[in-house]
């Protein structure tokens, strides 16, 4: 037989494969309203090819999910999207992004077993699709950031006043970013890494 054969399996890339230096793993989720650049958060900030559940938006959602702002948008997530990053050569983020559709909700559940914060993306056209998002949060008591996503035509505020508009209390942290960028994206979960740091300290 040709050692060949289309059928050998190819083993993972050397991108996959998580460093031997890396002693501990934290969960993170990355959530919001529909649209609002959770996957592409995932997509631009991941190590590793990103695993993603999007499929083509059909007839379906018609009358169900609300689309307004983001009309021209053709796929959505149905269950979540995966990456990971290395933060240090110690510590690695496991990313977890939600769908943002509320008929896909129940899924949070099992993506919020075991996760240590959250980062809830906003998009400042649609504010109010991020009120139950964070209402959600509060109720678990998870903690999370909030971090502003940039789109060319949303109109731009002060961080302050969006902080009031989402009536966030003082102690969560609220910062922009481009979930386009990888180093914004970046710079977004160190954010959430330090606040979550803070909160382990004041409780210790």
Known sequence: MDSRSSDTIAGPRREDVLPDTATAAVKIVIVGGFGVGKTTMVRSVSEIRPLTTEETMTQAGVGVDDNSGVESKTATTVAMDFGRISISEQLVLYLFGTPGQER????????????????????????????????????????????????PDAPRHRLEALRAALDLPDEVPIVDCDARQRASSRDTLMALMRYLHSLAMRRA
């Open 104 to 151: 896909f909700w129940f899924l949070w559940n099992g993506l919020f077993e075991g996760a240590l914060g959250a980062v809830v993306l906003v998009d400042t056209r649609r504010l109010e699709v991020s009120f139950d998002v964070i209402g959600r949060l509060e109720e678990r008591g998870v903690p999370f950031i909030v971090a502003i996503n940039t789109f």
